[in-house]
């Protein structure tokens, strides 16, 4: 169940997306990158978050005194969905940087944490399943905490607005029912 925060990160959210789908559907359509559709969904966002930092692929974590990176911890089982590099913790678990692909936040502090967003193009090669365990990690994350999080999944090519994202909420590291 959402709670007032939630539904009003929800609202700014959606504002943001619907001046995404009305001025950029020439990205989705013709299949932009990834990164080029979170860019200028960050900057529609900006607009609804004046006293917040709306950045893409946002990797420092000042709290962090070791690396001064994002890491999520993941338990071995969890580390076969990540092939990158990563720095051990002990024979339990791994700790891997991370880069979301949108997050709402106040840099330096993990204080005013809002909105970490993932976006997925229905036709990657890369499986979602990353992505979402990102979004547990976020919204559970005793460091991090995340009010909302966000898997949009963007299908290209279409034509249909009414079809062409599909949106899951996540809260306390689960979906959420909107």
Not at 27 to 35: C, D, H, M, Q, V
Request: charged letters at 25%; one cysteine or more; proline letters at 2%.
């Amino acid at each position: 169940m959402l709670n007032a925060l939630q539904r009003a990160l929800i609202k700014k959210f959606n504002k943001a997306l619907s001046d995404f789908i009305t001025k950029e559907k020439y990205l989705y359509f013709y299949n932009a990158s990834e990164r080029a559709m979170a860019h200028r969904l960050a900057l529609y966002l900006q607009a609804y978050f004046p006293k917040h930092y709306v950045d893409c692929e946002y990797n420092l974590n000042l709290e962090n005194k070791q690396t001064l990176r994002k890491e999520i911890i993941l338990a071995s089982r969890e580390a076969t969905l990540y092939n990158k590099r990563v720095r051990a913790i002990d024979e339990e678990g791994i700790a891997v940087s991370v880069f979301p692909d949108i997050i709402v936040h106040q840099r330096g502090e993990n204080s005013h944490n809002k909105i970490i967003i993932e976006i997925k193009k229905n036709n990657s090669s890369v499986d979602s399943s990353y992505d979402k365990l990102k979004l547990k990690k976020y919204t559970s994350n005793c460091s991090f905490k995340y009010d909302l999080g966000i898997f949009l999944c963007i299908k290209i090519g279409n034509h249909s607005i009414l079809e062409d994202f599909q949106i899951e909420y996540w809260s306390n590291g689960k979906p959420i029912q909107k």
